[in-house]
């Protein structure tokens, strides 16, 4: 019983985030709310682009989206070698993309972990 007890309440710790961020996750009326963050300014489309590659069982190597281009894994923005992107990018895969809706309920799946 005390076994079922702690996993009950690892759960509820687990959830609470998405109850507590519920506006920032779930849709409402047909609208979300938005995080106020430079994300989709300056990094969603490192992200993009990662997960497009490696939905695609690939790896990118060269980033050619300033001046001449840099090696991609050296760009600290789409954190390349971070190992949730290895899901994230078999819901790119399942889903057929990444939104910005998605990656704010990413961002709490973060918090909640």
């Not at 069982?57 to 050296?74: Q, T």
Request: with cysteine.
């Amino acid at each position: 019983m005390r076994s079922y007890r702690r996993w009950l309440l690892l759960l509820a710790v687990f959830c609470w985030p998405f109850v507590f961020l519920h506006a920032f996750v779930f849709p409402a009326d047909g609208s979300y709310r938005a995080i106020g963050n430079d994300f989709i300014d300056s990094f969603y489309l490192y992200k993009a682009y990662l997960l497009d590659h490696l939905a695609n069982l690939r790896f990118p190597l060269w980033s050619p989206a300033e001046a001449a281009g840099f090696p991609f894994y050296s760009n600290p923005f789409p954190q390349p070698f971070y190992p949730l992107n290895i899901p994230l990018a078999a819901f790119y895969r399942l889903f057929g993309g990444y939104t910005p809706a998605d990656h704010q309920a990413y961002t709490v799946l973060g918090v909640a972990i």
